[in-house]
């Protein structure tokens, strides 16, 4: 099982249990997932090897399944797999290479999720050379018919010589992607990782698809510093929102108020990624996500330099309260930062973080709040309210108040 990601663990273990005289190896896309997946090992009452014990003939030779916690040893594992299949396709990834277990003249399992591969997919359903499932069941099944279909390496063959033309155009297009990618990302890395890895996050490299709408570079970013206004290209009032997610919440309010300009701020690559899209999908342009933290406005921002902070539903940090974002630190910050009668708006579901920034106002001389609520969604405030992904997702699962501030910056 190769370049597995988050979910598809668990349904590749079901499966595993349901065969005999097999042996399982899972090669996770991303290795800082390996202890979840060895504790779901041992909650299947399974046995298990590294792969680097393996290597050091530390094993008994009796285990379940071999967990690679190497990289670059994928390859080598399909060549001598029986059966291979192709994560980030049970789940809604979009899925890896196709062609590297085919090139070893192996059947392939993949799952309903290929639209980074939907060619060679395509190409391979059609030949009859691999299977597509989407739960335990089919893909039990789909084990068994390779196991009875005796001319697999004769029909793999077969695909190769008949469809020369075909095949090389895939393998083309999915190298040149590949390369590109690679050729972009040689310096790419540098702004997140301290040291290049064999494998990279997919929506990494998409940020580079945004130049207009996402700004990684902590130069560059420190470079607009007092110079925001000139970026937008005008004079107007400049706000921020800390954790813009998805990004529903910012385009919506920067459709609303095309007189203001808005930087979001948020870490997660596939995050930047949606938000960015959703901007250019409505030519939104009075935007811009940075990936960068709430704790480094002033890395950033210049004195007076913005006029409205939105924070909607930090983390409450229940029992390290003094991680939260919105703490006495914050409006030291925007002391600096911002305008004299500039606000912050507040949004959170946790009634104790909404209660303890209330009084926390109360100890501050240059802060007032001017509106509050315990229950935004049936107060005057409700007509004009932007849902943000999670209040939607919340308010759909729970009947949960939503709390929310209004604070104005006195001086």
């Known amino acids: 099982a190769g370049s597995t990601r988050t979910g598809e663990d668990e349904i590749i273990l079901d499966v595993f249990k349901k065969l005999k005289n097999y042996v ?20 299947n009452n399974l046995s298990y090897v590294k792969y680097s014990d393996l290597e050091k003939n530390i094993s008994t030779s009796k285990e379940d399944i071999i967990l690679v916690d190497k990289m670059g040893v994928l390859r080598k594992l399909y060549s001598i797999s029986d059966i291979a299949f192709v994560g980030g396709t049970l789940v809604n990834i979009g899925g890896h290479n196709l062609l590297e277990p085919l090139f070893y003249r192996k059947a392939v399992i993949f799952g309903k999720y290929t639209q980074n591969v939907v060619d060679i997919a395509k190409e391979i ?69 301290h040291s290049e890895k064999s494998n990279y996050n997919i929506y990494m490299y998409k940020l ?29 009032p400049i706000a921020v929102e800390i954790g813009t997610g998805s990004g529903n919440f910012m385009y919506q309010l920067a459709e609303r108020n095309s007189n203001k300009n808005f930087i979001g701020l948020e870490l997660r690559f596939k995050r930047l990624v949606l938000a960015a899209e959703k ?30 902070m939105y924070i909607n539903f930090p983390d409450p940090w229940e029992g390290t309260e003094k991680n939260r974002i919105i703490q006495e630190r914050l409006f030291k910050t925007l002391d600096k930062i911002m305008k004299k009668g500039g606000m912050l708006y507040f949004k959170t579901d946790h009634d104790m973080y909404y209660n303890d920034v209330l009084e926390l106002v109360k100890t501050l001389d240059n802060y007032e709040v001017i509106y509050h609520t315990s229950d935004l969604h049936n107060s005057e405030k409700a007509e004009n309210n932007i849902k943000t992904e999670f209040e939607q997702l919340f308010l759909h699962k729970h009947n949960k108040n939503i709390n929310y501030i209004e604070i104005k910056k006195r001086v």
């Open 125 to 193: 359903l059609r030949r009859k050379i691999g299977y597509q499932v989407e739960n335990v069941e089919e893909f039990v099944k789909a084990i068994e018919t390779i196991e009875n279909e005796k001319n697999s390496d004769e029909e793999i063959n077969s695909f190769f010589e008949e469809n020369k033309l075909i095949a090389l155009n895939i393998v083309k297009k999915e190298n040149l992607i590949m390369n590109n990618i690679k050729e972009e990302a040689k310096d790419l890395w540098k702004h997140f990782f």
């Open 279 to 308: 901007c250019k999908k409505r030519n939104i342009k009075n935007v811009v996500f940075l990936r960068k933290r709430g704790e480094e406005l002033e890395d950033f921002l210049a004195d007076n330099e913005i006029s409205e």
């Open 208 to 236: 580079l698809d945004y130049p207009e709408y996402i700004m990684y570079d902590n130069d560059i970013i420190k470079e607009k510093k007092s110079k925001w206004n000139e970026y937008f290209g005008n004079s107007n």
């Open 24 to 43: 399982l190896i899972i090669v996770p896309r991303h290795l800082d997932r390996l202890p979840k997946i060895e504790n779901l090992i041992k909650e």
